[in-house]
T-cell receptor, first 112, second 118 residues
Framework: DAKTTQPNSMESNEEEPVHLPCNHS???????IHWYRQLPSQGPEYVIH???SNVNNRMASLAIAEDRKSSTLILHRATLRDAAVYYC?????????????FGKGTHLIIQP | KAGVTQTPRYLIKTRGQQVTLSCSPI?????VSWYQQTPGQGLQFLFE???????NKGNFPGRFSGRQFSNSRSEMNVSTLELGDSALYLC?????????????????FGPGTRLTVL
């Protein structure tokens, strides 16, 4: 799987939008962009994924650059419960392992 | 639908002992993956099972092994425990596909087993 680069940490205020960036300059044409997050003392949880078009779900939005070399996870109105480590992961098709390759992620801090 | 369950949640062992951790996937999921999480190395893939077969393994020594049963439940075993094996062990299940990885497949993680080796 291609590598992703994320800032180590970001800070935001409660009830404000948060934009979490991810660079993936070596992404291949068939790689999907997945986001997971890990809340304190819990296992990771799926947030959203996309291929080319922007995606929305109840948790967040995913904005994908036209050249697909970067993407941004958008939390529209952050709450204290959104404080977590956010992981951007590229996932391509292929035989064999179904494992996810986690990087260091972005530690999101939400200030009340 | 019940989520992924892992037992036990906490475990304390001493060096040289062995340990078995258990994972029950979401009903209908056939793929189970195991991960190790430590402060220094982060989340690392251990291995993945599909239909009782290990399809791939991460870069871990042979002391780490696993198996999957016909009901998709999985166990992982660590023999001859070392201090460095202290970690959070996470299990994740996904619907899976016989041909291999599906790029849109979502993994659902359990709460993990916190293993402390003294």
């Amino acid at each position: 799987d291609a590598k992703t680069t994320q800032p180590n940490s970001m800070e935001s205020n409660e009830e404000e939008p948060v934009h979490l960036p991810c660079n993936h300059s070596t992404i291949s044409g068939t790689d999907y962009i997945h986001w997971y997050r890990q809340l304190p003392s819990q296992g990771p949880e799926y947030v959203i994924h996309g291929l080319t078009s922007n995606v929305n779900n109840r948790m967040a939005s995913l904005a994908i650059a036209e050249d697909r070399k970067s993407s941004t996870l958008i939390l529209h109105r952050a709450t204290l419960r959104d404080a977590a480590v956010y992981y951007c992961i590229l996932r391509g098709s292929g035989g064999g392992a179904d494992g996810l390759t986690f990087g260091k992620g972005t530690h999101l801090i939400i200030q009340p | 639908k019940a989520g992924v369950t892992q037992t036990p949640r906490y475990l304390i062992k001493t060096r040289g002992q062995q340990v078995t951790l258990s994972c029950s996937p979401i009903s209908g999921h056939r793929s189970v993956s195991w991960y190790q999480q430590t402060p220094g190395q982060g989340l690392q893939f251990l291995f993945e099972y599909f239909s009782e077969t290990q399809r791939n393994k991460g870069n871990f020594p042979g002391r780490f092994s696993g198996r999957q049963f016909s009901n998709s439940r999985s166990e992982m075993n660590v023999s001859t425990l070392e201090l460095g094996d202290s970690a959070l062990y996470l299990c994740a299940s996904s619907p899976g596909h016989r041909s291999g990885r599906i790029s849109t497949d979502t993994q659902y993680f359990g709460p993990g087993t916190r293993l402390t080796v003294l």
